[in-house]
């Protein structure tokens, strides 16, 4: 990390945002915003989280589901330990074909929402970046498919590029609704974006 990368995320009000209330990553707020504005997760939800270490979406995915819902968080990497009872970690890598049925063998019944904040170790080469995160976002739409209710919602990171338009038909397929969003919390200069589908037909 360079001297001017440390000073810009000191600089960054949603940084020191998470800081002060506390969570694992400043990704906690585009989720949180999202949520917020299309109510996609409530009370209750089961909720599937890809790529999840260090564990901000599991914290905020926490916060919206309560203690009458369950999160379970998948990542290739440990993610350090929950003190909260329904916030379950499995280290798995989500290409592999046994992800999908040891989530359901976690969950009471299926699931009502998957979000998925997977990225692939950043090489700079813009192309590269691209194609290996549409990889990603692939397999975590595969597992979506596999463990959804109907009428569930799929929340997935992508970055711009010139596979993102066949990505978004592609979802269009297995859900009614299906848009991008650019959370104000995700960097005008970053080229992620993230889509948000919702009513899964099952
Ligand atoms: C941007 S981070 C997620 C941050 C998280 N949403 C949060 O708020 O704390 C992306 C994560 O994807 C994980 N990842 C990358 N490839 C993966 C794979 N094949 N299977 C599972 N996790 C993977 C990385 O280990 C990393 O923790």
Not at 104 to 125: E, H, T, Y
Request: positive net charge; charged residues 30%.
């Amino acid at each position: 990390m360079s001297e001017r990368w440390k000073r810009e995320r000191r600089k960054d009000q949603f940084y020191r945002l998470a800081k002060e209330r506390g969570y694992r990553s400043r990704s906690a707020f585009k989720l949180l915003q999202v949520a917020r504005k299309y109510r996609f997760m409530k009370r209750g939800d089961t909720v599937v989280d890809l790529g999840a270490a260090p564990g901000g979406w599991l914290q905020v995915s926490r916060q919206i589901v309560g203690k009458e819902g369950l999160v379970l968080g998948i990542d290739i990497e440990p993610i350090p330990g929950f003190p909260s009872f329904n916030v379950k970690t499995m280290v798995a890598d989500i290409t592999s074909e046994s992800v999908a049925p040891m989530i359901l063998d976690q969950a009471p019944s299926k699931i009502d929402v998957v979000i998925s904040d997977v990225s692939p170790n950043i090489s700079g080469a813009w192309d590269v970046d691209h194609a290996r995160q549409i990889h990603l976002a692939e397999r975590s739409l595969e597992i979506a498919r596999r463990i959804l209710k109907k009428n569930g919602s799929f929340f997935c990171k992508l970055f711009h590029g010139p596979y993102l338009k066949t990505y978004e038909s592609t979802v269009s397929e297995f859900f009614r609704e299906v848009r991008l969003v650019k959370p104000p919390a995700s960097k005008q200069r970053s080229s992620e974006i993230y889509l948000l589908a919702l009513q899964f037909r099952g």
